[in-house]
């Protein structure tokens, strides 16, 4: 089992930046793919990026290339979502999810693949 807690969202203007941090708490679990996902209303739940534990592989959706930048602690059992230049449309609630499976581009388009979910952080962007 695996729980999952995000801190970090909060209301700035658009280019300002966020970083956003969810601690893991592992019981007997092992995770293979950790992963930052946003939803905005009633929209389908999007993959913004995932990291591969292991090895450190990264996917990052097109929309925030050169933006985002994902990172793990793995001392500290957190990741961080690294957000700058932030715009409008990246309004959003964002969740930490969590994956017993290597990270692949196929993982990270299909988030109920993904076994955890945190409570998520909301992030609203101002212009």
């Known amino acids: 089992q695996v729980q999952l807690a995000e801190s970090g969202g909060g209301a700035v203007q658009a280019g300002g930046s966020l970083r956003l941090s969810c601690v893991a708490s592992?019981?007997?679990?092992?995770?293979?793919?950790l992963g930052w996902f946003r939803q905005i209303s009633r929209k389908e739940r999007e993959g913004v990026a995932v990291i591969e534990t292991g090895g450190g592989t990264t996917y990052y959706a097109d929309s925030v290339k050169g933006r985002f930048t994902i990172s793990q602690d793995n001392a500290r059992n957190t990741l961080y979502l690294q957000m700058n230049s932030l715009k409008p449309e990246d309004t959003a609630m964002y969740y930490c999810?969590?994956?017993?499976?290597?990270?692949?581009?196929?993982?990270?388009?299909?988030?109920?693949?993904?076994?955890?979910w945190g409570q998520g952080t909301q992030v609203t962007v101002s212009s």
């Open positions: 592992l019981y007997e679990y092992k995770i293979g793919c």
């Open positions: 999810a969590a994956a017993g499976r290597t990270c692949t581009r196929a993982l990270f388009l299909n988030p109920p693949a993904f076994d955890y």
